[in-house]
């Protein structure tokens, strides 16, 4: 393992650290691990909060700063936040008009969040709704299993309702926004390589040098099926598809198109890929309103990368323009 | 054997601890077969809060000594493991209530409404291949034992043997809940780590690791 690290027992802690001085705008609850807007709270705004395993950066301490997150919980690696930081992250933000929680769909991620928002009404009496991503096609037997996992939608999800709260939308209103980004969202990923937890050492899966896996999940969970190396023209293919027939998006529908990266794929690579994506879009008819390419929601160091297809329309498309300033997302300031 | 005492209760969630620490490889082991590697050094690191929080706030009452265990393990495991485990002890809490012993029928009547507790958090069913798996049958015989006035002792390792036979169970079961489940049939095969540290948990009520 080759990794830029002090002690793998202390990377959590230490990037925390980094951000809170990288970025003077945020502040960090180092106890309980969570980024917050130093400007907060903002009241008579809905707060919106996320948080998850540490490993994805830039999701979601990232995404934390003006028309986006109020704050992000930062859970060990590839671990979700425990209720007492979600829970601290609820109280710093609330301004009085009521909480989001976005929650990406992982068992461990649900129940903690859950959990929080049970303590939250009973200690407090601040108003919590939540959001639960799952947005991924890969998982297809989401009857006998925990459901699709959520990702790409994710950092969508956090940039619309972050501009709708932003603009004084109430906590229902906001929450439908949220929802409907879900809904109409999918995604599909495809490692080259596997990621490394540093505390691990070792690669979390094997993989052959001529091998990938379609539809893995961004903790390194097995996806579809094991297939061959393949070119960046049938990767392309072998993603949207499945996303396109899923929804089902059809012709002549606007969309944001997202090509992620994975944490281990130079962008020069994700844009070789968002060129043959929006060739198969356009065959398809489907009209590219708005585009986000670069690895904004990872998996440590594994190398792949991943394509998330919103369906939008114009108030999702207004509040996407809406501006954002974030360390991983800004625009329009 | 007499009923239990706050002494024989923190005693075996100490005893549990130490069984934590010494199979904590092995979990994480079965945990990277189907999971994501972590639970051993997870539930570690929480049962170490919880000797900590035992020797700080000295808990006096069983109820006490299940409750701060509950919310040691919920504010620090993360994951699933830990509202599901810290719901299993808050709720043995909350059911034993202020009393200074407890019966052979008050720890069943509490252990099952821990299971219901980790039922409605989780909404794990019969067979889904989690922890659910080894605890009820452990849960079964605590009850059955209850109703035929068997002697506590024996009920203890009754309930410690059908956790084992639930846990060994799980093995050709296909998961359907957790991060396992993404796995499907090839989770075929293996022990649920889960499931294990319930076995665990029992096996240090009656002494043993």
Sequence with gaps: ????????????????????????????????????????????????????????????????????????????????????????????????????????????????????AEIAAAEGGIEVVAVVTDDDVAVQDSTWTAGRRGVGATVLLEKIAGAAAEQGRSLAEVADVARKVNAQARSMGLALTSCTVPAAGKPTFEIGDDEMELGVGIHGEPGRKRIPMASAREIAEMLVEP??????????????????????????????????????????????????????????????????????????????????????????? | ?????????????????????????????????????????????????????????????????????????????????????????????????????????????????GLDGIVARGKAEAGDKTLYDALLPAVEALESAAASDTDLGAALQQAADAAAAGRDATTPMSARKGRASYLGERSVGHQDPGATTVALLLAAAVGRS
């Design chain 1, 1 to 116: 393992m080759k990794k830029l690290i002090n002690n793998p027992a202390d990377v959590v802690t230490e990037a925390l650290l980094g951000i809170e001085a990288a970025h003077p705008e945020l502040a960090v609850d180092h106890e309980n691990k969570v980024i917050y807007r130093a400007d907060g709270p903002h009241r008579g705004k809905v707060a919106i909060i996320s948080g998850g395993g540490s490993g994805h950066e830039p999701l979601h301490g990232g995404f934390v700063g003006l028309g986006m997150l109020n704050a992000a919980c930062a859970g060990e690696m590839f671990t979700s936040p425990v209720p007492d930081q979600v829970v601290a992250a609820t109280k710093l933000v609330d301004g009085g008009a009521g909480v989001l929680h976005v929650v990406k769909n992982y068992t461990g991620d649900v129940m903690n969040f859950d959990m929080a």
């Design chain 1, 243 to 333: 996303v396109l027939s899923d929804l089902p998006f059809a012709s002549g529908d606007p969309v944001i198109a997202f090509v992620n990266g994975l944490g281990g794929t130079p962008l020069i690579e994700l844009y070789v890929m968002y060129n043959e994506v929006q060739k198969i879009l356009t065959q398809h008819g489907i009209q590219i309103a708005r585009s986000l390419v670069g690895p904004f929601i990872t998996s440590l160091d594994m190398a792949g990368t991943s394509v998330t297809l919103l369906k939008a329309d114009d108030d999702l498309l207004s509040l996407w323009d809406a501006p954002v300033r974030t360390p991983a997302l800004r625009w329009g300031l």
């Design chain 2, 1 to 113: 054997m007499t009923d239990l005492v706050a002494a024989d209760l923190e005693q075996w969630v100490r005893r549990f601890a130490q069984s934590v620490s010494d199979h904590k490889d092995h979990l994480t082991e079965l945990d990277s077969a189907i999971g994501d590697g972590d639970h051993g050094a997870n539930m570690h690191r929480g049962m170490q809060a919880v000797l900590a929080a035992l020797d700080a706030k000295r808990p006096e009452t069983p109820a006490t000594i299940f409750s701060t265990v509950g919310m040691t393990l919920v504010s620090t495991v993360g994951g699933a493991s830990g509202p599901l485990f810290g719901t299993l002890f808050l709720r043995l809490g909350s059911a034993l209530g202020p009393a200074a012993e407890v019966s052979l029928g008050d720890l069943a009547r509490a252990l099952r409404a």
